[in-house]
């Protein structure tokens, strides 16, 4: 897939007192969802969702997010949809069945090596290889020759509403998500992603990084073995923030995404009785530039309602979410939208992306409130 790439620059960061973080984190731990209305249907062309804007989009997609798997199934089906998160999981279901019924019997902790020697070579089953042969899914031999499978698009902030492929369309552009994770390429659009006029400016903000991925592993492994089950049992939870502009226009993408695996007959899977991830509670704050009309360039910070809409009714820092007891969840913390000029007449333009610049995020595993506690600097 063509990548497209934005200028990125250096991380500066206050972080925020743990402590008070913790205190949210348990006081929060028992607030109830409210109910929300049914899903309705939304437009299919092909295989791929039609979002008449980025609100619809995103409201869609974090409903679908907290559903549960039986009625998101059912969702899917009334939409003769099929996204990327359900051939995820129906993919992680099918393995772990198959697996059970070809080792029966069998040590599970032995490597494929060993296996392979006693005269069992697995065939991973037919959904699969399907999803393997079009390049929806990668398959990774790991140092210990044990094998793990990732979806190729790593932007998993819109699992729920991209098609195998990818792609969504939003309004008359067709958005198809680049397997770097990092950048959106839209098809037939003339303007994303064009280059500010007043690049020569970009020194004056060397302290601020607007695309990044904070997890609570290391750049050489993003993976935490369980302190309390072993090197069997794996998982990691990280925050991922994008974000891209025209002269008009800005948009912005902010989700945390945590994942556990469990290695059993080789391989490692997702959907399994391996459930430790308990929650998250994340403070930010952000902001962007502007160009003034007659008077350079600025800083506006989050919060303001004006150049950009009021994004009132959104989540927002601080966020909490907690009792999941679940393997696999992407969560959106400030829902990305593309965002414009109001009014642009007067002239205002974006001068660059919206930046990071003060965060503090901790995931909860094994356990929630006793359990461990890693935050992500």
Known sequence: MKKQIVKGIIISFLVLSLPSCEKEFEDNATTTAKAEEPLARVQNQNGILIFSDYDELEAVNARLASLPFDQLDIWENQNNFLSLASIDRKINEAEVQHQETFFKGLNPDLTVAEYQSLGYRYEHTAIYKNYLNKG???????????????????????????????KVIVGNELVWFADDGTFVYKKNSTNLLRKSSIDTHVASKLNGQYNFNK????????????????SNYRYYGKVIFTSSFTVSSLSQNFYWEARAEQKKFGNWNTR???????????????????????AGFGTVRDGSMYPLPNSSGKPTSPYYVSNLNTNYTVRSLQFSSMYTIVPASIGYSFFDNVRVYNYNFVFKYSGGASGYNYTAY
């Open 136 to 166: 929806t899914i990668v398959r990774n031999i790991e140092t210990d020759g044990s094998i793990s499978t990732e979806l190729a698009v790593k932007n998993h902030g819109y699992l729920n509403v991209l098609n195998f492929e990818g």
């Open 215 to 230: 997890g609570t592993g290391n750049s050489s492994n993003r993976w935490i073995t369980d302190p309390a089950k072993g």
């Open 272 to 294: 399994n009785n391996y459930n430790p991830i308990w929650g998250c509670a994340a403070n930010w704050s952000y902001d962007y530039w502007i160009i003034y009309p007659g």
